[in-house]
């Protein structure tokens, strides 16, 4: 056995080994061309742990020969920045690849990037998080490209597994290991497209078998064991999470129940109900509103259970709001009426009162010209209940509309209602 992690020995020496990622750096890029010709720009590495942003930069210092360091923006310190700024003087040039970019702090920022503006220094960041949101703009500013890797395919990792197997300096091949195409299918598809898990299990189910004539027969039942809740990921702060949230959203919102469930999965085994119960009970009046509006009692009744049990059994009552919010009919008529009338009053589009809608329950209040208000209860009007005829917005405004009713679900309805009332007006 070899003292350092299989993941760890595997990196990629040049990017040619690069697995996946033919997007960013496939032979027909500009960024492999600019490599292959011994040019590396400084860049930001952006995408979910394990997706291959260290590799890559480990593979991009390989192919050029450039020499090497990498640091840890949340363990290193000002006296480290400075060393590698000494080290890039005496090489002439050298590649810093500094994980966790989003937490560089100004003085450190300070000293190094002067010496990667003059070229001394190549720095590829690495990050989890968005780097518009969270990557100092110094930073941003300075890096020709921002680059967002994405996670490998199945095919990719399993690639990636049977290099390993094969490979006798750095990888297993020194062993004789009975696995099947299948098994390695198993494996690539419970890494859910991190290389680093593909491997680290990859060796725990090897050196987990048993042996027969010192040949590692691989077992299915080992390789489960291995994979339950591997494909599990998400700070709750991070932006994954956020993507996630987002993403719950827009499937329900699409009506795609199936693609609503995984997201709603994937963010419950992070075991944040905060964050999923208030998303939803937005998504119920945001997208569902006026359409279907027992929808929104229907999601806080579920949330609100769902806070009381507790995991897993909160489970339950998310499922059928999310199942059901996916298949009811959508409308998004209300928030965006008073979206435009924020917008208007931002912009100046305001006038004055009219003053028989002014506060009249008080002395002085005739002499001021607050009447002529008529109340509607007094004027029997059908369904309505009751309505009159009179002006309600500013006359610099008058016949200004927001609502533009849908006719989905139980809005059908009501813009039924407010045609008829916009008919009246126009009679009267």
């Known amino acids: 056995m070899n003292g350092e992690p299989l993941a760890y020995r595997m990196r990629p020496e040049s990017i040619d080994e690069v697995a996946g990622q033919k997007d960013i750096i496939g032979k027909n890029t500009s960024l492999y061309k600019m490599i292959k010709n011994g040019y590396v720009p400084s860049m930001l590495l ?10 890559l930069a480990h593979a991009i210092a390989g192919t050029t020969k450039i020499p090497f360091i990498a640091l840890n923006a949340t363990t290193s310190g000002k006296k480290d ?26 003085a450190q920022q300070d000293y190094l990037l002067p010496h990667v503006e003059n070229g001394t220094i190549v720095l590829i960041g690495a990050t989890t998080e968005n780097p518009f949101h969270d990557v100092n703009p110094a930073i941003r500013s300075r890096c020709g490209q921002i680059l967002q890797l994405t996670r490998l395919t199945s095919a990719d ?22 696995i099947s195409d299948k098994q390695i299918e198993m494996i690539a598809e419970g890494a859910n497209g991190d290389a680093r898990k593909a491997l680290t299990m990859l060796e725990s189910i090897v050196y987990a078998s048993d042996q027969e004539n010192e040949t590692f027969i691989i077992e299915n039942e080992t390789i489960a064991g291995m994979i339950t809740k591997v494909g599990v990921y998400g700070d709750k702060k991070g932006s994954h999470y956020y993507n996630l949230l987002s ?34 009970l937005v998504i119920a009046f945001e997208d569902i509103g006026l359409a279907n509006p027992a929808v929104g ?23 059928a709001a999310v199942v059901e ?14 979206d435009e009338a924020i917008d208007g009053i931002r912009k100046g589009k305001v006038g004055e009162i009219p003053k028989h809608l002014r506060d009249a ?30 002006d309600y917005l500013p006359s610099n405004l008058k016949g200004t509309e927001y609502y533009h009713p849908l006719d989905a679900g139980e809005e059908k309805r009501m813009a039924a209602i407010y045609h008829k009332l916009q008919q009246f007006k126009k009679q009267q």
């Open 46 to 55: 952006y995408g979910e742990p394990g997706i291959g942003k260290t590799s």
């Open 81 to 106: 920045v400075e060393e590698v700024v000494q080290e890039a003087r005496l090489t002439g040039k050298l590649i810093l690849f500094l994980d966790e970019i989003h937490r560089f702090n100004k």
């Open 157 to 178: 990792i399993a690639e990636v597994i049977q290099r390993a197997i094969k490979d006798e300096k750095k990888g297993l091949g020194k062993h004789a290991i009975q």
């Open 247 to 280: 993403s719950l959203q827009k499937s329900i919102r699409g009506s795609d129940v199936n693609a609503a469930l995984y997201y709603l999965a994937h963010l419950l085994e992070s075991g944040d109900l905060v964050s999923v119960n208030r998303r939803l």
């Open 297 to 319: 009692s229907h999601v806080l009744a579920a949330a609100m259970a769902s806070e009381r049990l507790g995991l897993p059994e909160a489970r339950i009552p998310l499922a």
């Open 325 to 338: 919010m996916c298949l009811s009919s959508k409308s998004n008529s209300a928030y965006k009426a008073l």
């Open 361 to 390: 329950h008080y002395a002085g209040a005739k002499e001021l010209g607050h009447t002529g208000y008529q109340y509607p209860h007094d004027f029997p009007l059908g369904t309505f209940g009751g309505w009159v005829n009179q």
